[in-house]
């Protein structure tokens, strides 16, 4: 799109705040903007590298102007105004308010409390809400070993809430994990050796009420109930709860089921196209706006 940001930014208020019809937007990018609707507009967010960077700076253009984010590698409270390639990409730093190290993110933003929301990823999820990133099957001698936490386990723990971006399969949604490397609602004791509520294993701690709020999937939004089991909240377009649980590797409740995700708006897809990912790092390809859309842009 042959325009300049100042152009470009003209043309955000005039974008309807409609919902695209099915056909008119990518999975990934219902994916990032069901994400960035986790967002606040005062959370203070701790994210991970890939789509909940976009998520998150879909957020900041959109529904959470003044919600301040936190790069692993030390940049805080970044005006990035195309999605960084990593979290280490100096394009995050553009006129941020700090540039520190990873002292600073971790034992400052992160252990003192003040992370109110993380973004991250996981190989594989439990229903609790735990997440795996190290390996599968025995520990010592395993089928897989993943690349590790890189942060997972202490963005999970300590932030207030955590939204997940992970891809769902039968072996990727399970009762159980393998390996639990940050834990969600439910971990183990080693006192009792036991599993437990994690309110209960933490207790009178500062980080006993932290804990997992959302995950999303190519096939739904998730939440957590009252005694921090997940639940299906909303299925995405085009997936049927069928094939929601097919792909799950347990009993997964749908009583709380509120209908299908809402479809992003064109506005939503306006922002994300052409300010966050113009660059296609993370989102697959560029698609056709519908002639309406067109014509405003055109015009």
């Not at 609602?185 to 009420?209: L, M, Q, Y």
Request: charged share 20%.
């Amino acid at each position: 799109m042959s325009k300049s940001m100042d152009e470009l930014m003209e043309l955000v208020d005039k974008m309807p705040d409609e919902p695209a019809k099915p056909g008119e937007f990518l999975l990934p990018e219902l994916m990032a903007i069901a994400v960035a609707h986790e967002v606040r507009d005062d959370d203070i967010v701790f994210a991970g590298t890939g789509l909940p960077m976009v998520g998150i700076m879909t957020a900041n253009m959109l529904n959470a102007p003044h919600a301040l984010l936190i790069y692993e590698s030390g940049i805080c409270d970044g005006k990035t105004m195309h999605v960084p390639m990593s979290v280490c990409d100096q394009r995050a730093a553009n006129m941020s308010s700090s540039l520190g190290g990873l002292v600073d993110t971790f034992g400052y933003y992160l252990q003192q409390g003040y992370v109110t929301l993380g973004f991250l990823g996981g190989a594989a999820i439990d229903q609790y809400g735990g997440v795996n990133v190290t390996s599968i099957g025995d520990y010592f001698n395993p089928s897989h070993r993943f690349t590790g936490s890189g942060g997972n386990s202490d963005i999970g723990t300590m932030a207030s809430r955590t939204a997940f971006i992970i891809l769902q399969e039968k072996r990727r949604f399970l009762e159980r994990n393998d390996y639990t490397t940050t834990p969600g609602w439910w971990c183990w004791d080693h006192k009792t050796r036991e599993w437990k509520p994690k309110k209960e294993v933490w207790k009178n701690t500062p980080f006993a009420n932290c804990g997992p709020d959302a995950v999303v999937t190519n096939m739904g939004v998730y939440q957590f109930d009252e005694n921090g089991i997940i639940y299906l909240a909303t299925n995405h377009p085009g997936v049927s709860v069928a094939q929601v649980q097919e792909n799950c590797g347990f009993k997964l409740n749908v009583e709380r089921l509120s209908g299908e995700t809402k479809a992003p708006t064109y506005k939503e897809l306006f922002v994300l196209r052409e300010f966050v990912d113009p660059e296609l790092i993370f989102l697959p390809q560029k698609m056709e706006y519908p002639p309406a859309i067109k014509s405003i842009i055109e015009s």
